[in-house]
């Protein structure tokens, strides 16, 4: 039976894959990179995207906004005044707890591509399934709280390992948190030698340049994945 | 396709309530009840584990502890010296995001049925998958922490409503972040009117007497779900 189930996921990953290239050809043929940001619920992706995304010079940027239901963090992006498309996985994708190619395929006529040089895809609030899921994106960034504890890139190493970025968040809780800073960056670096990392608080904005500068670099460097 | 789609997963939640209640009919002729504790990652449910179950009188309580893989929150949980069982869904399982009836199932010949009176399950660290698949639990509880923000039961509407608790856990965070209790306990009434809840901190200990009290009496209260 395990056999058999292993097997259909492969097929469902996949077929995902095939749909995925779909859209990253269109991304390419518009000009367009993308970036899906993920992270477990309350991280912060949303906070960090409010005060990062409220200058990005002439980089132009949209958001595509995954959830299970309901339009908070696109209305939280509404005041930036930059195209927002939400998309919620309850309606007529079972209420899946992660996007897919096929989700961002039916987006896609509602975002103005060629108004945009820069996507972001704020992921649903989940640490083990999006990492499965490519949506065509160039880059894979993730942020983890600092009160989420430090142990998570060993309970949770597909989508630490799935990113090319992890974003620290909430910085200004550590004095107030048992997780231990060096043991996160650590347990970061065990499971994936080399990812890059950033240490932010969206709350402070400390660290927040350092985010908006590698978002809008992706517009600049040659395409990858 | 989407129609597909909705039938596969209704087939699947039936087969796992099939399982489930076969579940419940072996822990209902060992005496045993059972919780099964939820939450996001990182939103405190070993941590108040660990306090809670360090006494629990007469009531003799076992874990099964479900993560993707690795044992870490097991390992914290050996030093109490009751029966701690770990389920790793990356074993078999294809790492799923969440424990079904099933892999309870598989893991019934591990846990010393006979030995304990409390059986709590805790679940992957996802707000979205868990509350749909039912183990064969006679409560479900889950853990919010205040980290994560206000808006969480609005967003996460199915966990919310799926548990009979909700603790609210980390309140010695609240002066340092953004998180309203009082939006946080509207929003909870909202999407779940009547549920019961409960502040703790892990951390400080506050309010996990009343964690540990609602726990014990799921012995002493007649059979639910």
């Known amino acids: 039976m395990h056999r058999i189930k292993v097997r259909v996921v492969e097929d469902v990953l996949d077929a995902n894959n095939t749909i995925a290239r779909a859209n990253r050809q269109d991304f390419d043929r518009a000009g367009v990179r993308v970036v899906n940001l993920m992270s ?6 949303t906070a960090l995207l409010e005060r990062a995304l409220a200058d990005t010079g002439d980089v132009r940027v949209g958001v595509l906004e995954g959830d299970v239901e309901g339009s908070l963090d696109a209305d939280r992006l509404t005041s930036l005044h930059i195209p927002v498309v939400q998309l919620n996985t309850a309606n007529g994708f079972g209420g899946e707890c992660h996007l897919d190619a096929n989700m961002v395929r039916s987006s896609l006529a509602a975002i103005p591509l060629e108004e945009i040089d820069l996507l972001v895809i704020e992921n649903v609030g989940n640490l083990v399934c999006p990492a499965e899921f490519r949506v ?4 894979r960034a993730m942020v983890c709280s600092v009160a989420e504890g430090d142990d998570k890139p060993l309970k949770y190493p597909l989508m630490f ?3 090319e970025l992890a974003v620290i968040n909430k910085i200004d809780l550590l004095d107030h948190v048992d997780a231990d800073l060096d043991k996160l960056l650590a347990n970061l670096q065990t499971v994936h030698p080399g990812i890059e990392h950033l240490l932010t608080s969206a709350r402070t904005g400390e660290g927040v340049d350092g985010f908006r500068d590698w978002l809008v670099s992706r517009v600049r460097s040659p395409a990858t994945a």
Do not use: I, L, S, Y
């Open 136 to 139: 065509g994106e160039d880059a």
């Open 161 to 163: 390992r799935a990113c």
């Open 40 to 45: 477990a619920p309350g991280a912060g992706k």
